[in-house]
């Protein structure tokens, strides 16, 4: 099968159009509401059925006739879509701007990077190793390489709370003052959450066929003079370190590395 290793621009119906043809309409339209966020089931459909034509104008189907043949690209972006009940969803949301979403979707038949571009266009490629796609998150979130000369630190879940939702710089750095805290981190962490100019972060998302759906926050990320991260752990605490490149990717391959190996085929 052919690979997608450059992006493909493709309309949300367009992808679940795909979907359609080797999973059925049920599991498209379910892909759609869901991972999508079209809020009605009927719009969903719509979407779908109203790509057909767009697809053959854009020349991502062998044949229309008698029996519809995706194009190898569609083929296998259709494939992983189908089968993914994995995804990694990473934001970022500059101040007063619009939301950058970056999603990552894990099936046995490989691994898919999708960025929105809009409402309703998609940019898709298949990621074929665990480097391309480290890289990829590095890029979305514009981390520095070098290595930080800050010390990490852990502070309980409920002052993350505290702080992270805190607008006031010396209002912050009063919750944030415990043992354990070096001065100059507080004090520069304080700063920048106030006057933040992105924050964002990554989550998974275990979707299984039938089943609820399971949401993992599983870092935070905010940007101005310098950009922070915020690991939740296990402990009830949140590890607070700069972030940078090499940081990013080892928290990034531990996010990694709890979807089952036999889902996330590179």
Not at 31 to 53: C, H, N, P, Y
Not at 113 to 142: I, K, P, Y
Not at 165 to 175: G, H, I, L, M, R
């Amino acid at each position: 099968m052919e690979m997608v290793d450059t992006p493909l621009r493709l309309t949300v119906g367009e992808i679940a159009f795909a979907v359609a043809q080797l999973y059925g309409y049920d599991q498209a339209v379910k892909l759609v509401a869901m991972q999508f966020e079209v809020k009605r089931l009927e719009d969903a459909l719509i979407l779908i059925q109203t790509s057909g034509q767009s697809l053959y104008a854009r020349e991502l189907v062998v044949s229309m006739t008698p029996v519809i043949q995706l194009a190898p690209p569609l083929l296998a972006i259709g494939k992983i879509f189908g089968s993914s009940e994995w995804m990694l969803r990473c934001t970022r949301a500059p101040i007063g701007c619009a939301m950058e979403t970056l999603l990552l979707h894990f099936s046995g038949t490989g691994v898919l990077c999708h960025e929105v571009v809009s409402d309703h266009v998609q940019c898709v490629a298949q990621l074929n190793d665990s480097r391309a796609l480290l890289v990829r998150l590095a890029t979305f979130f514009g981390l520095p390489y070098t290595e930080s000369a800050l010390p990490r630190a852990a502070i309980t879940a409920q002052i993350f709370e505290q702080a992270w939702t805190q607008v006031d710089a010396a209002k912050t750095e009063a919750v944030l003052r415990q043992p354990g805290l070096a001065g100059l981190l507080r004090v520069g962490l304080s700063t920048d959450l106030a006057t933040a100019q992105w924050k964002g972060g990554i989550s998974k998302l275990h979707y299984p066929r039938g089943q609820t759906a399971e949401v993992e926050a599983c870092l935070y990320l905010a940007s101005d003079q310098r950009t922070w991260m915020f690991e939740p752990d296990h402990h009830d605490r949140v590890l607070v370190a700069e972030a940078t490149q090499q940081r990013l990717l080892d928290i990034a391959l531990r996010i990694i590395e709890r979807v089952p190996a036999t889902e996330r085929r590179f």
